[in-house]
């Protein structure tokens, strides 16, 4: 049986390494339509519109995701 040298070797990883395939899965928000929005009483109005506005910015929010 004949030995690989270990140059050979690091070639074959580096080759292996570098042939896959390679896909993106790209999920882009664009505006939105509105929807009418009614709560059981005022409180829980507040609520939700406090909470909403201490949430992060969605405007040009996108998801992506590669695997190889």
């Known amino acids: 049986m004949k030995k690989i040298s270990p140059l050979s070797f690091i070639a074959l990883i ?5 042939t896959g395939c390679i896909s993106t899965d ?3 928000y664009q505006e939105q339509e509105r929807v009418k929005v009614e ?5 829980a109005g507040r609520l939700f519109y406090e909470t909403l506005s201490k949430m992060q ?3 040009g929010r996108s998801e992506s995701k590669t695997e190889v």
Not at 14 to 18: N, T
């Open 39 to 43: 709560f059981e009483n005022d409180a």
């Open 14 to 18: 580096l080759v292996s390494l570098i």
């Open 26 to 28: 790209q999920t882009v």
């Open 57 to 59: 910015s969605r405007h």
